[in-house]
Each structure stands twice: as structure tokens, then as C-alpha cells.
């Protein structure tokens, strides 16, 4: 449930990560490629025989791949939502207008930063 300190996009995003995010990834090949070719290196990591301590280090490597490559999923979503915002709104305003902004009046750096 939502706090009064949530951010409505921050409680939007939430919901379709642990919601709609399963079910796309469940029908994505690429990613279940993908997801096949780990768990086939985690067998093959398994019947290594590696001592206990290098499986720690092997552990601890491997955890902060995926913390990192999370947070990069994570922080590329949230981009993504932004840009479809600030596409959206420049649509509305074009609709409503009728002008388009040039190149030269439109940066990165002036839209949405996380």
C-alpha cells in the first residue's frame, strides 16, 4: 500500500514491475534465452568443485553482476517511463499548438532527470 511520501510514478512503476514485468518476461524469448544460458553456467559453476572459500568469492562476483546489472535495468526503466511522459506531453502540446520544437529548443538536459 502506498505511503503518503510515495512518489505516484515511484507507486506506478511498482506495481507494474512486480505485476506486469513476470508476464513479460515469461513471454520473452530472448530473455529466457538468456535465463537458460545462466542456469547452465550455474550447473556447470556447481560440478566445479570449488573449495568453499572460492565459492564465496565466486558468490559475492557474481551477486554484485546482478545488483549492478539491476540497478541498471531498474534506473533504464524509470528513464524509459520518463521519456514516454515528456514524448506524451509533447504530443499533447503539438496537438494543441500545432508547433513542433526544433532541434536547437529541445536537450536531454532540459527533460526529465532521475
Same mark, same amino acid.
Given at each position: 500500500?502506498?505511503? /503518503?511520501?510515495?512518489?505516484?510514478?515511484?507507486?506506478?512503476?511498482?506495481?507494474?514491475?512486480? %505485476? $506486469?514485468? =513476470? %508476464? +513479460?518476461?515469461?513471454?520473452?524469448?530472448?530473455?529466457?534465452?538468456?535465463?537458460?544460458?545462466?542456469?547452465?553456467?550455474?550447473?556447470?559453476?556447481?560440478?566445479?568443485?570449488?573449495? /568453499?572459500?572460492?565459492?564465496?568469492?565466486?558468490?559475492?562476483?557474481?551477486?554484485?553482476?546482478? +545488483?549492478? $546489472? +539491476?540497478? *541498471?535495468? +531498474?534506473?533504464?526503466? /524509470?528513464? $524509459?517511463?520518463?521519456?514516454? #511522459? %515528456?514524448?506524451?506531453? =509533447?504530443?499533447?502540446?503539438?496537438?494543441?499548438?500545432? =508547433? #513542433?520544437?526544433?532541434?536547437?529548443?529541445?536537450? *536531454?538536459?532540459?527533460? #526529465?532527470?532521475?
Amino acid at each position: 500500500m502506498a505511503t /503518503r511520501d510515495d512518489n505516484l510514478l515511484d507507486v506506478l512503476m511498482e506495481e507494474r514491475i512486480h %505485476k $506486469g514485468l =513476470e %508476464k +513479460a518476461l515469461n513471454d520473452n524469448e530472448l530473455y529466457k534465452s538468456a535465463q537458460k544460458e545462466v542456469d547452465e553456467a550455474i550447473n556447470k559453476l556447481e560440478k566445479a568443485g570449488l573449495s /568453499r572459500e572460492q565459492n564465496k568469492v565466486v558468490d559475492k562476483a557474481i551477486s554484485a553482476a546482478n +545488483a549492478s $546489472g +539491476a540497478a *541498471y535495468g +531498474a534506473t533504464a526503466y /524509470r528513464q $524509459g517511463f520518463y521519456d514516454g #511522459i %515528456k514524448l506524451m506531453s =509533447e504530443v499533447d502540446r503539438v496537438s494543441q499548438t500545432g =508547433e #513542433i520544437l526544433d532541434k536547437q529548443n529541445f536537450s *536531454y538536459e532540459n527533460s #526529465i532527470v532521475l
